[in-house]
């Protein structure tokens, strides 16, 4: 990771967020998708009631695993990171059962936004469906809870790096020339810290070379993003956030007695023309 570390200065991108208060629109998911939005954060999107019921049987699930691919956190559901596709798609089925548990008797707003936005894109011609493979499909989010210490709950990254090297056995790969966009729903939250910190900044190939973090996109040093301006959504139970995941994200550092913050977090984005993947 050190030895070919070039000191060239991270190229600034612009940042084009929109934050306010209500529900989610179709239009601003498709905004993101294309491009148009960097980071869209809808304050009070979805019921608290629910945001705690999932966060109560989060925290009871059988399901719950400590991760042990070097990101601290524990979990609920698969991750496509660093695995290949026969395995996280025997992961995902593995994961299903506790994954829908997290919504029994609820009615689930990952699944609501899904739905309603593959209404909105077949009127558009184009299908929305979760990846899949020979060994299963994709589920329709995963629970994590970061348990970084020091300054970042989960450390800056970009979710652009896992996809480019999940290898051609993937059908989503091809997401990887797109916009990778990356959804994430809030059911708990600690009582101070865990925003979601974007940097203008979206490496290509290249810079991740140069950083050593050419398969992984995690995480990227303190010393690189000094100079990069960043902005921090502040966020809430009940609050949706939906940014391009090409850009540099992390979770900043989390305090407070108890509360434990929680996030639903899926991908999706273009394969082709006419059809969207989701997975996570
Ligand atoms: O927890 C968050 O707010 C962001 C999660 C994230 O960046 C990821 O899962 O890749
Ligand atoms: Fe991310």
């Known amino acids: 990771m050190k030895t070919n570390q070039v000191s060239k200065a991270a190229a600034i991108s612009p940042l084009a967020i929109r934050e306010r208060t209500g529900s989610i629109s179709t239009a601003e998911i498709i905004s993101v998708l294309h491009g148009e939005i960097t980071g ?7 019921s ?13 699930s059988p399901g719950l695993q400590e991760r042990k691919d070097g990101v601290p956190g524990q979990y609920v559901g698969a991750s496509h990171y660093r695995k290949d596709a026969a395995t996280y798609f025997a992961a995902s089925e593995t994961a299903r059962p506790y994954v829908d548990a997290l919504f029994e ?74 916009t990778v966009a990356a959804l994430n729903f809030y059911p708990s939250l600690a009582d101070e810290g865990g925003n979601l910190r974007l940097w203008s900044h979206k490496p290509t190939v290249t810079d991740r070379k140069s950083q050593g973090v050419e398969t992984t996109g995690y995480p990227y040093s303190k010393a690189y993003l000094e100079p ?39 991908f999706f984005g273009f394969a082709q023309p006419d059809l969207v993947l989701w997975w996570t």
Do not use: M
Not at 126 to 135: E, F, N, T, Y
Not at 141 to 160: N, Q
């Open 40 to 46: 869209l954060h809808i304050k009070q999107a979805f």
């Open 48 to 60: 608290t009631e629910v945001a705690e019921e999932i966060t109560a049987k989060f925290v009871g």
């Open 105 to 178: 008797n609820l009615v689930d707003p990952v699944r609501a936004l899904f739905d309603a936005l593959k209404r909105e894109l077949h009127r558009q011609g184009i299908d929305l469906r979760l990846a899949r493979s020979q060994d299963g499909h994709a589920n329709i989010c995963r629970a994590l809870s970061w348990s970084g210490v020091g300054a970042y709950a989960l450390e800056p990254h970009d979710d652009v790096a896992q996809v480019i090297c999940a290898g051609n056995d993937y059908e989503f790969s091809a997401v990887a020339h797109n």
């Open 228 to 266: 990069v301006p960043c902005r921090d959504l502040q966020l809430k139970a009940g609050d949706i956030a939906l940014i391009d995941g090409g850009f540099v994200h992390g979770v900043t550092c989390q305090s407070g007695s108890g509360k434990r913050r929680l996030v639903l977090n899926s």
